[in-house]
C-alpha cells in the first residue's frame, strides 16, 4: 500500500478494516504483529505529512471579526458569529463542542440552559467533548505547562473564581501542574508523574 503512495492513515484505516474481519470470523490477526506494527510506524515516520492550516492568532481573529458586517445579513447573525469565535478562541473550544454539522445529527451542540452567567464570570458546560464523547463527565481537570501555568494559578488562588474555577458545583476538581521552563520535551515525563500521583482526568 506504501509502494501505491498510500498515507499512514489510508493504511492504518484499511487494516484496522483487515484486522476487524478476521477477529470476527475467529482467525489470527496479523495485523497485529510486530513486524507490520513497526512497518507501519516507519511508514508513519517517512509519510509524515505537513499540516498546511494555520493557526488562529489574535490578529486573525481580529480580521474575522472586522469582516463580519460585510458578509453577515444582519446586526443578529454578526453577533452570533462573532460571539462563537471569540468564545472558541479564548475558551480553547474545538468547533465541534460548541456546535454542529448537519452530518452530526446525534451530536449535542451547546445551548443556552448549559451556560450559566455569574456575576463576574461564565460558566459553560459542555456536554460532549474530544475526551469525552460519551458525555459521562470528569471529575478532575488537569492544568499543566510552565511557569504561566504556575502563575496562573497563584492568580485564581487570591482571586474569583478561585483555585477551582468555580466547578466545585460540578463535583470537578483542578490540579495545576505548573513547571518553569518546562518544554515539549519535559511534557510527557510530567504526565507520568502526574499519573502517578492521581487518576487520569
Known amino acids: 500500500m506504501a509502494s501505491k503512495g498510500l498515507s499512514y492513515s489510508t493504511v492504518k484505516c484499511y487494516l484496522a478494516g483487515i484486522s476487524f474481519n478476521l477477529k470476527l470470523n475467529n482467525f489470527t490477526d496479523p495485523c497485529q504483529f510486530f513486524i507490520v506494527q513497526k512497518m507501519l510506524l516507519g511508514l508513519k515516520r517517512t509519510k509524515n505529512v505537513k499540516d498546511v492550516r494555520s493557526p488562529i492568532t489574535l490578529p486573525l481573529l481580529n ?3 472586522n469582516a463580519l458586517p460585510h458578509v453577515c445579513h444582519n446586526y443578529y ?5 462573532a460571539v462563537a469565535y471569540c468564545l472558541a478562541f479564548f475558551a480553547l473550544f474545538r468547533v465541534g463542542e460548541i456546535t454542529l454539522t448537519n452530518a452530526q445529527t446525534s451530536y449535542d451542540p451547546l445551548r ?4 450559566v ?4 464570570h461564565l460558566i459553560i458546560n459542555i ?6 464523547q460519551a458525555g459521562k463527565g470528569k471529575d478532575s481537570i488537569w492544568i499543566v505547562g510552565s511557569s504561566i501555568v504556575a502563575r496562573a494559578k497563584s492568580y485564581c488562588q487570591m482571586n474569583s473564581p478561585g483555585l477551582n474555577l468555580s466547578l466545585e458545583c460540578k463535583g470537578v476538581t483542578v490540579i495545576w501542574w505548573g513547571v518553569g ?3 515539549w520535551a519535559n511534557f510527557e515525563d510530567n504526565i507520568r508523574k502526574l499519573l502517578a500521583e492521581f487518576d487520569p482526568p
Open 117 to 120: 452567567l455569574e456575576p463576574s
Open 127 to 132: 456536554l460532549r467533548s474530544k475526551t469525552d
Open 63 to 65: 480580521q474575522l471579526l
Open 112 to 115: 443556552l440552559e448549559n451556560i
Open 181 to 183: 521552563g518546562m518544554k
Open 77 to 81: 447573525e454578526y453577533i452570533l458569529f
